[in-house]
């Protein structure tokens, strides 16, 4: 089924609905909750909130016509051993990635902040990417399988707009995956730093690639209005 989505700069066209993918970037307790990583930094993790009834809607939407969708997850082995020394000593408070918070080890696979929020738990068979970098495509294997499931265009959502969805899609754009970002479905801790991304997205006539809201992705897929869930 062809999509045409009306974005910006201009209409997003997937030739086959079978070729696209919805990518929701690391909306997970260590960024979202109070006690996290995000928290430690001295963020305000509620602006990360906002965002969770809208992804929801995308979340279901994919699902409903079951298209793939991948879920991205920041964090490291227990010993840290593929956490370089030089993203240790980024942003380090009193707390920082490795140590222990209330929601245990910080930014370490397998503790409970490394959890994806409830409202947008994974099913059994969709794919959960854990990677130890900003990029969903640094160490991983997100490459071999939009290979495999032959996709070429990626819908993205999720955290923070300007850090791990940025890097993304910005690695994919390089891949050639055609790239929208869902301007109502990602979100930073910082709003300046949210809107330079989408300025810098769709500048030149779409560098990097395309943005849109929500309602018009929806519309593009012929998806019927959705209700979001709570857990």
Known sequence: MLVTIQAQPYP?????????????????????????????????V???????PTVQRLQQAFR???????????GHRPNLADCPPAKLQRGRRDLTIGDRGPMGRMLVLGEPGSAIIPELAPLPQETVITKPGKGA???????????????S????????TEVCVQTTMRDANDRGYECLLVDDATESYVP???????????????????????DQVLAGLGASPLSTTTS
Request: charged letters at 15%; glycine letters at 10%.
């Open 12 to 44: 997003y066209v997937v030739p086959d609905s079978s070729k696209l993918a919805l990518v929701i970037m690391d909306m997970q307790r260590d960024f979202l909750d109070p006690g996290g990583f995000g928290d430690a930094l001295g963020h305000d």
């Open 46 to 52: 509620s602006r990360l909130r906002t965002i969770v």
């Open 64 to 74: 409903q016509q079951g298209l793939t969708i991948f879920q991205t997850v920041e």
């Open 137 to 151: 495509f640094y160490n991983t294997h997100l490459g071999f399988l939009l290979q495999t499931y032959d996709i």
């Open 153 to 160: 265009h990626l819908i993205l959502a999720g955290v923070t």
């Open 192 to 214: 300046e730093f949210k809107q330079a991304t989408l300025a810098m997205v769709r500048a030149q006539g779409g560098t990097v690639g395309w943005t849109a809201t929500a």
